[in-house]
């Protein structure tokens, strides 16, 4: 596997960057490290959760700020689309979520700055 590519569900092994959730493994973003740690800097509570429930197309994010959380599936820039399984969870999800891409689309998906 490439370092950077989205792969929502693989099972097996899988090298890079990869983060296991049981059998189930998913690879992050190359930009979603710079993302969190821009969001740290502000101020922001934020946890990866893509793969805490062990089901493809939940967000790559759970991020609070001044107690309210958001919800952020995180791309690459141009490249990055939403899966199959993806575009599921998000038309059946009744709350927020927001795909962002870069840093700035993340600190105005959370109400720091302009879109």
């Known amino acids: 596997?490439?370092?950077g590519r989205r792969l929502d569900v693989v099972r097996g092994e899988a090298a890079g960057d990869a983060v296991a959730a049981g059998r189930l493994m998913y690879q992050a973003d190359s930009n979603q490290a710079e993302i969190?740690?821009?969001?740290?800097?502000?101020?922001?509570?934020v946890q990866l959760i893509a793969s805490a429930n062990r089901q493809g197309g939940v967000p790559d994010m759970l991020v609070a700020r001044k107690g309210v959380n958001y919800l952020l599936e995180v791309k690459r820039p141009k490249v990055g689309k939403l899966s199959p399984g993806q575009v599921a969870w998000h038309r059946a999800w009744a709350g927020q979520v927001a795909v962002v891409c870069t840093v700035e689309e993340a600190l105005a998906a959370v109400g720091l700055r302009a879109a």
């Open 36 to 45: 969190k740690a821009a969001l740290l800097a502000v101020g922001c509570t």
């Open 1 to 3: 596997m490439r370092a």
